[in-house]
């Protein structure tokens, strides 16, 4: 009895469209965060198809709220203001709100390449609903010179993962493009 309720949430979740739904999770980006958004906006998929949540963080609730309102005329997008911190945190509100069965996330500093959520609708076809997790390479776009010390070994260790099939994209030789500030240290 206990599992079985355990698990009810689970099941629900199951019976939400195929549609993906893409989060975006930020604290303090607004001077990157509308590129983001922008990105899934332009998705090579319906309009309308790929529902866009972005869970707000700021310490500044009211001025989130504010930024939030340029979007109140986009019907797939939906944006929360979330009072308690944390990333894990805001996964999970973007995740109870999602309406789709297929969940994305990227990072408020990222773009998503405009075929992701097509592609990450055909490799959930593809294996017939039952893939876990899609994922593939990021590449950064350097807003400032690249540091020295940053050397081809460390690069892997940039990645942030929008969740998407491996197949070319065609923004940046190929592969889906990140932004990173350069600021000399770790």
């Known amino acids: 009895m206990r ?3 355990r698990l009810r949430p689970y099941c629900a979740l199951l019976n939400r469209p195929a549609s993906p739904s893409a989060i975006i999770c ?32 700021s310490a500044d609730q009211a001025g989130a709220a504010r930024f939030g309102q340029r979007y109140s005329g986009l019907s797939n997008l939906t944006y929360l203001v979330e009072p308690k911190p944390g990333l894990s945190n805001a996964r999970n509100i973007g995740t109870a709100a999602a309406l789709g069965r297929i969940v994305a996330f990227l990072d408020d500093d990222a773009r998503a390449c405009p075929s992701s959520a097509k592609e990450l609708l055909d490799a959930h076809a593809a294996f017939e609903g039952r893939a876990g997790i899609v994922g593939g390479p990021i ?46 240290h770790l």
């Open 3 to 5: 599992i079985a309720s």
């Open 26 to 57: 930020t604290y303090n980006r607004y001077d990157l965060l509308p590129e983001a958004i922008e990105s899934l906006i332009e998705e090579e998929i319906p309009v309308g198809s790929l529902e866009i949540i972005v869970v707000d963080n």
């Open 139 to 184: 590449v950064p776009r350097w807003t400032n010179e690249k540091p020295a010390w940053m050397d081809k070994p460390l690069l892997g260790y940039l990645s942030s993962i929008w969740v998407r099939s491996y197949v070319s994209c065609p923004l940046e030789n190929g592969l889906p493009v990140a932004t990173f500030r350069s600021t000399g």
